[in-house]
């Protein structure tokens, strides 16, 4: 009886969406970075 009432009140919450929204956002933007850096290094090899 506990756990179907549990089950039937409990929902997942958006906070886990929200995270790994940021940490995509955070990986977008080291790797836009890192490419900007490895043009401005190629770029100051020529």
């Known amino acids: 009886m506990k756990k179907a009432v ?3 009140f409990s929902q997942p919450s958006n906070v886990l969406y ?3 929204r ?3 956002t ?3 933007i080291l790797l836009l970075s ?3 850096s ?3 290094h190629f770029y ?3």
Do not use: H, Q
């Open 44 to 46: 100051t090899l020529k």
């Open 6 to 8: 549990v089950f039937k």
């Open 22 to 24: 940021f940490n995509s």
């Open 18 to 20: 929200r995270a790994s």
């Open 34 to 36: 890192f490419f900007s």
């Open 26 to 28: 955070y990986i977008n």
């Open 38 to 40: 490895l043009i401005v």
